[in-house]
């Protein structure tokens, strides 16, 4: 059964933040790196995830390349990213936004944040 709500993060405990913020509301499932994440979406384009967390700088593919395909798939571009950095300068959020992201969240983040910036975004 494919997920809910889709995290990638190459930091484990990030990951598994994500994931114990999210699990009372949503079936998460986390990948360590953007070119994962991709493959993931690939595999359930025809019943995608809700939303997606990326993180701005992951290995094999970031968080920017792997919203760049989100938009431009038709069958995944209506999902809801929010893009998840340690980098929360201006430019940085800007960015995001430009892109096409729906939201942007700084590290470190609080679980409760992280669940109502997600129910806000898919609302």
Do not use: C
């Not at 893009?83 to 995001?96: C, G, K, P, Q, Y």
């Amino acid at each position: 059964m494919p997920a809910d709500i889709l995290a990638a993060d190459d930091d484990e405990d990030i990951r598994e933040m994500i994931r114990l913020s999210l699990r009372e509301e949503f079936e998460v499932k986390t990948v360590e790196n953007g070119e994962k994440a991709w493959e993931y979406l690939a595999a359930y384009s025809d019943s995608p995830p809700k939303a997606v967390i990326l993180d701005v700088m992951m290995p094999e593919a970031d968080g920017f390349s792997v919203l760049d395909r989100i938009r431009e798939h038709g069958k995944t571009q209506e999902i809801a990213v929010i893009m998840l950095t340690s980098r929360s300068r201006e430019e940085d959020i800007v960015r995001a936004l430009e892109a096409g992201a729906d939201d942007f969240l700084a590290k470190p983040f609080n679980k409760s944040e992280l669940a109502g910036r997600v129910q806000q975004t898919l609302e």
